[in-house]
């Protein structure tokens, strides 16, 4: 039987000079036309808009939700496969001899930063709240909400939508740009990662197409990030006594709230996507990743530790025995108004949602590990890429969030974190904990730390776009396009927020992520086809990597 050589050359034509000087131009001027459509539109006829958007939106979740569920399940499942499968699992992405460039704390740091954390500051205390107060068990009379015996399902739901499922999306994306750009050596960008699939046909069209829809899945992906974001830091800068001018009469960002927040966040974010990946974003997620472990610490130590340590423990186990289950269970509505359809509103209001949230990430995510990855063996980066984050945020979840529920159970928070807005209900919890003084501190503290995860994302996701808008060139260049970037993240966020508030970010970035989750399915077959090849290439003696076609 003949086994052809593995494709290590995919030509992708660049501009010579100019301004889009080594810039892919079809896929750049076609990102930036797509993205500044979509800003001047929301802005022009922000009603039409929001009509359009919302219906698009109820269509995608009546039609597609059963969709998403089966695709992050599939996810997990050929994560953990490739990781047990012993021809996959002891690769090196890379040669043989190459070892990691960043220690575990910066890879972790930088990966978890990058990929989930600004959503901590949000989630951990908000999320378990809400499914502390309804979800699939109490909806299904299974359980009471608000009550006691509701807790372990409040945590199984929210580990369900933050922990595996989350991380193996972001693991599938950047194991297979990192496997093809540093075994092949392809280009870094997401048209390689389907060469074993479609070959040469991706240096035209076809591969553009793919680049483009991964750009405005990366930019909408953030931006419902960065909305989270700005809602919280305005509610932090208000807390701390310096931002009551940026809140509406409803206790939320206003227009020169968000204005002020965007301008700040995306200000510094682009002045550290200049200085590149090895100085501002490495050195920002070491100093947010230290304040992470301080404010985590403190929460164990004078949070609710017992009740946390409880949620933690029994909350995990309760999950990764329902996981099955939750991975492929889809709830569908009868028209009747009743439980079915309850829980296919709830299905679709968190699960749907979050999964596609974390589809759209993941060409970001994806990317960046991959940037920071090389060196690592398959086995290594699955597990250090899906289950150690998914454990980190396990640990947020239960500290942070079991700390609100059992001080409101016990009445010591007489309903004073409950009722807060949703980027509030941390400053709420930390201020009750310490008093004014040292809540006032713990406040400055928590916008710091959230200021740094929010640059973070923000300026990883302009280098990324640069990456692929440059045919996954990673050299600091085009400071120009960074600049153009980091103001078009800025403008969507502004414009959809202003448009619809966050509902607006969200039905955009469901619309935007369901393209990019067929490339991601395909990555998934690509992957797996190109790893069995190299095995029946090895066996017979044949090159697998660039380096080795080059010396045979």
Known sequence: MSIEPPVTELPIKTAEKGFYSGFSVDVTVTSKLAVGGLV???????????????GFNKFILANFASWYIYVMASFVLVCLGLALWPAAGRLRLGHDGDRPEFSNFSWFSMMFGAGIGVGMLTWAVAEPVYHFKNNPDVIQG????SSADNVMNAYKWSYLHWGFSAWASYAIAGLALAFFSYR???????RSSLTPLFGSRLSGPLGHVVDIVAVIATILGVAQTLGFGVEQF??????????GWLLNEAGTASTTGIIFALLIIMGASTLSALSGVGKGIKWLSNLNMGLSIFLLGFLMLFGSTWFGITALFQGTYEYVLALPGMLFDVFRGDGTGGVADKLEGWQGGWTVFYWAWWVAFAPFVGLFLARISRGRTIREFVLGAMIVP??????????????????EMSGVANGAIFSATDGDKIFAMTGLILGDVLGWAMAVIIVILLMTYLVTSADSAVLIVNTINAAGDEGPKARPHIIFWGSALGLVVAALLLVGGLKAIQTAMVIGALP?????????VALIKAIYRDSKRAAHGLPTTMAENTDA
């Open 234 to 243: 305005v509610a932090g800068m208000s807390r701390i006594g310096i931002g």
């Open 40 to 54: 001047i539109w929301a802005v022009a006829f922000p009603e039409q808009a929001g009509t359009v958007l919302a």
């Open 516 to 524: 990019f989750s067929l490339v991601m399915v395909l990555m998934c």
């Open 142 to 145: 299974l359980a009471t909400g």
């Open 184 to 190: 092949r050596g392809l280009p870094l960008t997401i």
């Open 390 to 407: 998914a454990i980190m945020c396990f640990v947020w979840f239960s500290f942070a969030g079991g700390t609100a529920i059992e001080m």
